[in-house]
């Protein structure tokens, strides 16, 4: 019988220390945002102290590893308030961020997650779901080459894909000129090509 007022002391002194208990949160606690390469991505974030007699120091993340299913990226994040950030209790704080999505990014869709920290397993975590808008862009070089008049040749055009995408190339018969005399010309209907499109994959180059 002597334990029992013990016992429920105890209880209450854990009831206690759990209500005066300070936690982060941060709001919204996800976003999906569309953004091209060498665009800049930024959003507005609530952090809060949801307790009542301590303050929080909170920690910003410097930077965020961006996750595809083909390709990942970091990014470096601007905040407009520095680092750490003293949250009062029952109170909260706006920060803004944003960062700049790589040239070189491919289109695809990017999980990345901003953890905020205030010391040991307290913490707030933020998703961040971004899909990079497909900027398709080719090169094609090796386009002059010299023949004789009443001769045949095969010329080879290389393709390179300097987008962020997967791109497929459709190659047409042209009118050949001659540079040296706009009057020598090599009519479309006499070429002959070899394939009518090639795909070209993501940072890479065909001969054709």
Do not use: C, H, W
């Amino acid at each position: 019988m002597k334990r029992l007022p013990i016992f429920t002391l105890l209880i209450v002194l854990l009831a206690v220390n759990a209500f005066a208990a300070s936690f982060l949160a941060v709001l919204p606690t996800s976003e999906t945002k569309t953004s091209g390469v060498n665009q800049t991505v930024e959003s507005t974030l609530t952090l809060s102290n949801t307790g009542t007699s301590n303050a929080l120091n909170a920690v910003f993340p410097a930077s965020i590893n961006f996750t595809g299913a083909k390709t990942n990226f970091t990014a470096v994040i601007n905040y407009n308030n520095s680092s750490p950030l003293i949250v009062p209790p029952a109170n909260s704080s706006q920060i803004k961020y944003n960062f700049t999505v790589p040239a070189d990014a491919f289109s695809e869709a990017y999980s990345g997650i901003f953890n905020f920290t205030a010391g040991g397993e307290n913490y707030a975590e933020y998703k961040l779901t971004l899909n990079v808008a497909a900027s398709p862009k080719l090169s094609v070089s090796n386009l002059t080459g010299s023949m004789g008049t009443g001769t045949s040749r095969i010329f080879n055009l290389v393709l390179e894909n300097k987008g962020n995408t997967d791109v497929t190339a459709t190659i047409a018969k042209a009118e050949l000129v001659s540079a040296a005399n706009s009057s020598n010309k090599v009519p479309a209907e006499n070429i002959t090509l070899a394939q009518n499109s090639v795909v070209i994959p993501y940072r890479q180059s065909k001969t054709v």
